[in-house]
């Protein structure tokens, strides 16, 4: 199974793949997480993206599609995996689609989660990540058992620098222009679902699982 989870900033594209990873044994693949761990280890390729990245804008495509090419190629990648983040522009898409195709394979389903402006807003405002190990909470959605540590490893819980307002609102234009149109470009292959992500966890959760099911 190859997926690739799509969505405006905040959709919740993060939250699901982190329980499909789980519970269908698939590598996660996500361009944001990549340049967030890169910059905690002050990695020069990770201070670099931090630059475009709190200003909600995006990491130049060569940059990027780099970082992807490189994880396909590592062995927990061959046969399932779920990307979330990437491709953003058709230029992506198409970087991956020759990447997939040299590796003689393909998308199975492209899955969008779709939420309006008012939801995106709260959700990214009220989240919080954990510092160590990088899981999102939300402060009314989904908050820690202890104030500020992660339920999981403990780590220190912190507010993401593009999660400041104006980086928001740069983040749903760039969305818009940029991203959105990739939409058209999976539909236009038959690979493109819908999810209504206005549900709670759990129902956007298995609302994705009936599309698989749907897919095997
Ligand atoms: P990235 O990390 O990919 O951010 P994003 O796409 O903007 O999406 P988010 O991570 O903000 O949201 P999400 O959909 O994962 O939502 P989440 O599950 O966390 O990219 C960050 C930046 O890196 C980009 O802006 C760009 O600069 C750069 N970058 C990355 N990829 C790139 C690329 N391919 N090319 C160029 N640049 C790239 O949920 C959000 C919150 O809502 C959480 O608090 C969560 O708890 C809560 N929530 C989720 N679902 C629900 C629900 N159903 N009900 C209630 N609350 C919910
Ligand atoms: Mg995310």
């Known amino acids: 199974m190859k997926l690739l989870l ?22 996660s693949i996500s361009t944001g997480q990549m340049f967030r761990e890169s910059h905690r280890n002050e990695e020069p390729l990770g201070i670099e993206a931090m630059r475009y990245i709190e200003r909600g804008e995006l990491v130049a495509d060569d940059i990027t599609n780099e970082i992807v090419r490189k994880r396909l190629l ?16 058709v230029s992506q898409a198409k970087a991956l689609d020759d ?14 989660i779709t939420v309006d402006k008012k939801a995106i807003l709260e959700r990214m405002v009220g ?3 954990c510092k160590q190990c990088g899981l999102s909470y939300h402060l009314a959605f989904k908050p820690t058992r202890q104030d500020g540590i992660c339920d999981v490893c403990g780590g220190t819980l912190y507010q993401r620098p593009d999660d400041q307002l ?4 740069n983040r749903l ?9 990739l ?8 690979i493109l679902r819908e999810v209504d992500g206005m549900q709670s966890f759990d129902a956007v959760y298995q609302a994705i699982c009936a599309v698989l099911k749907e897919l095997t």
């Open 166 to 169: 104006e980086s928001v609102r």
């Open 99 to 112: 990447m997939l195709a040299k590796m003689r394979s393909k998308l199975t389903a492209v899955i969008n």
């Open 173 to 181: 234009e760039i969305y818009e222009s940029k991203t959105q149109p």
């Open 74 to 89: 590592k062995e927990d990648a061959e046969r399932c995996f779920i990307l979330d983040g990437y491709p953003r522009t």
């Open 6 to 27: 799509m969505g405006p900033p905040g959709a919740g594209k993060g939250s699901q793949s982190e329980r499909l990873v789980k519970d269908f044994e698939l590598t």
């Open 127 to 129: 989240r919080r990540v």
């Open 183 to 190: 939409l058209a470009y999976y539909k236009g292959r038959g």
